[in-house]
C-alpha cells in the first residue's frame, strides 16, 4: 500500500539569519530542495554545483520566486574549486553557519565488471569530496569556534544491493568521516551529523534508472514509496537548526530501511 505524501511544511523560522552553503545544489533533487527549505527558514543561502548552465537555472528561479541567493561553480574533486566556494561565502557571508555537503556520483555495474576508473570516480566525488568539503568547512567553523556540517550519506552504507559497492563504500566511507569528523570538532563547538535516505523520487533519477528497479525499490519502503526531495530537505534543516543541538557524529536515516 503506498501512502499520500504529507502537506509541505510551513516555515518556522527554524535557520533564521544563518548562513548556509550547499554543494550538488541545482537540478531536481535533495540539494535543490534543501536550499528551497532553507530559504524558507530564514537562511541566507550559497549554492553550489560542477555545472554552470543547471546552477545559474536554479538561482534564477530561487530568486524568481523572492528570495535572494547566488551561485558559485564547484567541483568537489578540486580542491582549488573547494577553496573558492569557502572564499566566496566568507566574502558574501562574513562567516560559514552551515555547511550542507551533498555532491556525489553513482552508477551500476557488478563488481567483477567494474574498471578501476569507475570505482575511482564514485569514491573521488562522494568520499574524498565529502571529505574536502567537510575539511574546508571545520577549518573556518573552527577558528569561530561554531557551525555546522550536514553531510549526504545513503542506507546503501549499511545495506547491500548488487551492482553498488562502490557507491555503497563510498557511503559507508561518508558515516565513518562524519562520526570521526565529529569527534574532532566537538570541543570547538562544531557539529558534524548526516542523512541517510534509502532514495527521493525526483525527476533526474526517474530519467537515469530502470524504472523496474525503482518499482522494486519502492516496494522495500514502508510507505511504498520513494521519499519526495523536500522531506530529505526536512530532516537536513532539522539536523542544521538549534533543535538538534545535542547531536553530533550521528548517521540520520530518512528511509524504514532499517525498521
Known amino acids: 500500500m503506498t501512502s499520500s505524501v504529507p502537506s509541505y511544511p510551513p516555515s518556522r523560522d527554524l535557520l533564521k539569519d544563518k548562513s548556509v552553503v550547499i554543494t550538488a545544489a541545482a537540478g531536481t533533487g535533495i540539494g535543490f530542495a534543501t536550499a528551497k527549505r532553507c530559504l524558507e527558514e530564514g537562511a541566507r543561502v550559497m549554492l553550489s554545483d560542477w555545472h554552470d548552465r543547471r546552477l545559474n537555472e536554479a538561482v534564477n528561479q530561487l530568486n524568481a520566486d523572492g528570495y535572494k541567493t547566488l551561485g558559485v561553480v564547484c567541483d568537489v574533486t578540486v580542491e582549488e574549486d573547494i577553496q573558492g566556494l569557502i572564499s566566496s561565502a566568507e566574502e558574501e557571508f562574513g562567516s560559514i553557519d552551515v555547511m ?32 574536502r568539503c567537510t575539511r574546508a568547512a571545520l577549518r573556518h567553523m573552527i577558528g569561530n569556534e561554531a557551525g555546522v556540517i550536514v553531510n549526504n550519506a545513503s542506507v546503501l552504507g549499511w545495506r547491500a544491493q548488487a551492482g553498488q559497492s562502490h557507491y555503497a563504500a563510498a557511503k559507508a566511507g561518508v558515516m565513518a568521516l562524519t562520526r570521526c569528523a565529529a569527534i574532532e570538532a566537538a570541543e570547538f563547538g562544531v557539529r558534524v551529523n548526516s542523512v541517510s535516505p534509502s532514495f527521493a523520487s525526483h525527476p533526474f533519477l526517474e530519467k537515469v534508472s530502470d524504472p523496474e528497479l525503482l518499482k522494486a525499490l519502492e516496494s522495500q519502503e514502508a510507505f511504498g514509496r520513494g521519499a519526495e526531495p523536500w522531506e530529505v530537505a526536512n530532516v537536513i534543516v532539522f539536523l542544521a537548526s538549534d533543535l538538534s543541538g545535542y547531536m553530533t557524529g550521528e548517521s540520520l536515516s530518512v528511509s524504514s530501511q532499517r525498521a
Open 100 to 131: 550542507v555537503n551533498n555532491a556525489g556520483l553513482g552508477g551500476e555495474d557488478n563488481l567483477v565488471e567494474m574498471e578501476d576508473e569507475q570505482w575511482n570516480r564514485v569514491l573521488d566525488v562522494t568520499l574524498n569530496g565529502t571529505m
